[in-house]
């Protein structure tokens, strides 16, 4: 499984546990790794927000 797969893998089963507030769980780990300086948790938990983004979008076109 390639980096890419896994990060849709992860936005797709945050939409699935959270539905709408997956976005909000989202940020608050962003927020959570950069209050404890690990940047490149920061990087990954954000390259997993632009999937989720545009999974959400997807779901609302449907």
Known sequence: MTR??????MASMLLRQHGELA???V???IGELAALGEMN????WREVALR????M?????A
């Open 4 to 9: 890419d797969q896994e990060l849709w893998g």
């Open 23 to 25: 976005p909000l769980r």
């Open 27 to 29: 940020a608050a780990r």
């Open 41 to 44: 948790g920061v990087t990954l």
């Open 52 to 55: 989720l983004d545009a999974l």
């Open 57 to 61: 979008a997807q779901a609302h076109k």
